[in-house]
């Protein structure tokens, strides 16, 4: 799977997700900023997919790390 691919699905479930949410556990009254709106929940979940499916820092190649002699 490429990077494009993995940022669609990931867009497309958080945007599911978020909707779902808006569904099934939402703000009845109004007062609610983002649940009470099925548009603004599902950009939420979009973002949030998005934001996990992104690749984080690479962690350092212990290997090649030279560790200096305590004094």
């Known amino acids: ?3 494009t ?3 669609i699905l990931g867009a497309a479930v958080g945007g599911l997700l978020g909707y779902g949410y808006y569904y099934f556990i939402g703000c009845n009254t109004g ?3 983002i649940t009470s709106n099925w548009h603004i929940s599902t950009l939420y979940g979009v973002v949030a997919g998005l934001l996990f ?3 984080g820092k690479k962690k350092a190649d212990s290997k090649n790390i030279k560790k200096e002699p305590p004094l």
Do not use: E
Request: aromatic share 8%.
């Open 1 to 3: 799977m490429n990077k």
């Open 5 to 7: 691919q993995r940022y």
């Open 31 to 33: 007062n609610c900023a």
């Open 53 to 55: 499916v992104m690749p």
